[in-house]
């Protein structure tokens, strides 16, 4: 059985590598480029070559300071072994948080969803993520016994970024995300996509919004590069990131040349928002 997520496999091609190396600009340069600082930490997804987790992340490592590791299929991540995690993951110069799997099996019960879960993060501990995005649960009543086996770990429910998603924005759990503690995501594509402006306006998120998801727009099941978000979203954009001072933004951009023209982007357009305050 395969151990790598859909979409991914081992790529023998190094010369694409390498030569990906060479058409790219890393945050630092981009900052350097248009005479800015990002005042917030940036993170790119960890498939943006046609390899594995490994490799990817040693590619990345080059370019930005964080790294979303991306688990997408609960049993293909639990199966990973020293191959796709190895020990060395933990020496690249960057800081690490995980996309927790989006078929996590909620409907079987609770203490199904946990113990796959809890094997995530022993599999994961050994970059030790400073924290795990979640889609909400697609089972009602999930998210407040889930706090507690977390505390129960040792885990800050806070370190649960609750992500607002298509099939449900944080609106109809914003109660549970407040009363088990946990912090918050927001991702620009779903609340275009879905007109979710509701989720804006729910109190007190601001205070417990710790990272966003950028990109340009969320069209036939693909994450469209930042080029592609429309004028009323590069308002929303600009008005997010004046909040985004000690926040993760993560440029989810699965094509390798679309992130790193998204990452150039976003470094012209702050440029340009700065220039016309």
């Known amino acids: 059985m395969s151990t790598k997520p859909t979409g991914s496999q081992v790529s023998k091609d190094h010369d694409r590598v390498k030569s990906a190396h060479s058409a790219s600009l890393s945050v630092t340069r981009v900052e350097e480029k248009w005479g800015i600082r990002f005042p917030f930490h940036l993170a790119a997804p960890s498939a943006v070559l046609p390899a594995g987790l490994a490799e ?11 790294i979303a590791i991306l688990f997408f299929e609960t049993e293909a991540c639990l199966a990973y072994t020293d191959e796709d995690l190895p020990a ?57 016994p889930l706090a507690a086996k977390l505390r129960d770990k040792g885990v800050d429910p806070a370190r649960f970024l609750i992500e607002n998603v298509g099939q449900c924005s944080l609106t109809p759990v914003w109660d549970e995300v407040v009363e088990g503690g946990y912090s918050a995501c927001l991702d620009i594509g779903h609340i275009q996509a879905y007109d979710q402006r509701d989720v804006l306006k729910l109190h007190g998120l601001w205070e417990r919004v710790r990272m966003l998801h950028v990109y340009g727009a969320e069209r036939n099941m693909r994450h ?10 590069q308002v929303l954009l600009k008005s997010m990131l004046e909040r985004a001072f000690d926040f ?20 012209e357009w702050l440029a340009k928002w700065r220039a016309e305050k």
């Not at 990817?56 to 964080?66: G, I, V």
């Not at 948080?97 to 994961?124: C, N, R, T």
């Not at 469209?224 to 979203?233: E, W």
Request: hydrophobic share 45%; with cysteine; net charge negative.
């Open 56 to 66: 990817n992340s040693k590619f990345l490592a080059d370019y930005f300071p964080e």
């Open 248 to 267: 993760t933004v993560t440029l989810e951009v699965f094509r390798q040349e679309e992130l790193f023209d998204s990452l150039d982007l976003l470094g």
């Open 224 to 233: 469209h590069p930042l080029r592609d978000l429309d004028p009323v979203g």
């Open 88 to 144: 060395h993951l933990a020496d690249l110069p960057c800081s690490w948080h995980v996309h927790m799997p989006l078929d996590l099996p909620w409907q079987a019960g609770f203490e199904a969803a946990w113990q796959k879960i809890d094997g995530l993060l022993d599999k994961i501990a050994l970059v030790s993520p400073k924290a795990y995005v979640l889609h909400p649960p697609d089972a009602p009543d999930m998210l407040l």
